[in-house]
């Protein structure tokens, strides 16, 4: 008889709580979820029972369940994968096997289901917004040449891609998600307001963040920008928002791209942006040689 899909989450934390003390914590009732379909169920919670998601977890603001494919797997040696139809190198999760799992993980909640795949659309910050928003979701976790096509279809499986890139298998991803995704949920963050401004975010533009400063104030000869000493909000804000551009136009010209070709309200893209005519040319002042 296998062993039940392990959860995570309770409702306080203490000081000896290690992140792996986590897998053998209740589920919070109501909670937002993270149901994982894993060959590997030990790689959880991983970096996801640190900091402040880790926190949250044992504060109950989320859940994290593992459901170990390999409990579905067939015969004497629990076998969860085939060769290619078609031949081809490597093997393939089997559809049976992975739709046993895929009805353990969705037990008692319609939760959307989510392969993370190379070949997926790519994770953003506004999807990640998305499922914040819901009650949780499905991973499935692939490894081999990847899972059978007709159980993906069957689920109705979205897949979605971290980057054009190919991992051994799609834990590193689901955490990727996750963390993306749970750092949204309301209270997982101690200051949520530094949500707003920050890369690809609504109160930035969708565009990249500024750059950020510390004390000192000057460091191997190098200083902080004037500017953000001033004391002067409204300057600050400007140069936060010509940053954001600079940045964007040169390092994600897609990004800038579709922030431009948008249908402008100037009136609120201006009082949303601070970035104004005032905001350029404080840009050409500040490109002036210092004297």
Not at 139 to 159: M, N, S, T
Not at 209 to 218: C, N
Request: overall charge neutral; proline content about 7%; some cysteine.
């Amino acid at each position: 008889m296998s062993e039940p899909p392990k959860s995570h989450g309770r409702l306080s934390i203490t000081a000896s709580l290690r992140p792996r003390q986590l897998m053998a914590e209740p589920q919070v009732a109501g909670a937002w979820t993270a149901s994982i379909v894993t060959l590997f169920p030990e790689a959880f919670p991983g970096i996801l029972g640190l900091s402040l998601t880790g926190k949250a977890l044992a504060q109950g603001l989320w859940n994290l369940r593992t459901v170990p494919l390999r409990d579905f797997g067939i015969g004497r040696h629990r076998n969860v994968d085939d060769t290619p139809a078609g031949g081809g190198a490597g093997m393939v999760i089997r559809a049976d096997v992975m739709d046993a799992a895929l009805h353990e993980a969705r037990r008692g909640s319609p939760r959307p289901v989510i392969y993370m795949s190379p070949r997926g659309a790519p994770l953003t910050q506004a999807r990640a917004r998305e499922l914040a928003g819901g009650n949780g979701v499905t991973l499935i976790c692939g490894r081999f040449e990847g899972v059978d096509q007709r159980v993906l279809d069957a689920h109705d499986v979205e897949e979605i891609s971290i980057g054009d890139y190919v991992l051994t298998g799609g834990e590193i991803a689901a955490q990727v998600l996750i963390d993306a995704t749970v750092r949204l949920i309301p209270r997982v963050l101690g200051n949520h307001d530094s949500l707003a401004e920050e890369s690809f975010s609504i109160g930035n533009r969708g565009l990249l963040e500024a750059p950020q400063f510390t004390k000192p104030a000057q460091w191997e000869g190098r200083e902080i920008p004037e500017v953000l000493l001033s004391g002067n909000h409204a300057a600050i804000q400007r140069w936060r928002a010509s940053e954001a551009e600079r940045l964007t136009k040169q390092r994600r010209p897609d990004l800038w791209r579709a922030w431009a070709d948008r249908p402008v309200d100037p009136a609120k893209d201006r009082q949303l942006s601070g970035a104004s005519d005032q905001s350029r040319g404080y840009r050409e002042h500040d490109k002036e040689p210092r004297r």
